[in-house]
């Protein structure tokens, strides 16, 4: 009975580290992973944008509205679309409360294999004085009135 227990939690130890790898990041490795071709999934809200602009060649997907609501179907749909499961992704918020729950509903129920949290989120970056542009500007690929 004991090896029989031993060999299960060994099984479920294997399998949970077979899983998708979450991993908090500060501004230098977001930095150095959007230049190297990680797309960088800014989770905020459309006011939000506007308010303090955007990472530049972010991809805008709103994951919890004004209301505090998340179409977490239609979001993993938007995601797939900017990179299958098997790629990497970078996904931001405000502060970097939003994007652990989005962190992991990417990686334990869509597979994504590698997901990197910033966990101090766009505040920090703009205090660091990196470089954001204007949310109008990047918004013109999102229809007006509609959660991109």
């Keep these: 009975m004991m090896r029989h227990l031993f ?25 150095r992973l959007a230049a190297a071709g990680v797309p960088v999934i800014d989770i905020r809200t459309e006011g939000e944008w506007k308010e303090s602009g955007i990472i530049p060649g972010s991809r805008l997907l709103t994951f919890v509205d004004e209301r505090g609501r998340t179409d977490a179907a239609a979001w993993l749909a938007k995601v797939q679309a900017v990179a299958k499961p098997e790629q990497p992704v970078i996904v931001i918020c405000r502060s970097g409360n939003r994007t652990r729950a989005a962190s992991q509903l990417l990686s334990q129920q869509a597979g994504y294999q590698k ?28 229809a007006a009135g509609s959660r991109c």
């Design 7 to 31: 060999v299960c939690a060994f099984a479920l130890l294997v399998a949970l580290s077979a899983r998708a790898d979450v991993v908090d990041i500060d501004n230098a490795e977001l930095a």
């Design 115 to 142: 997901v990197y949290n910033v966990k101090d989120g766009i505040r920090s970056w703009a205090g660091d004085g990196r470089p954001l542009v204007a949310a109008p500007t990047a918004l013109v690929s999102c």
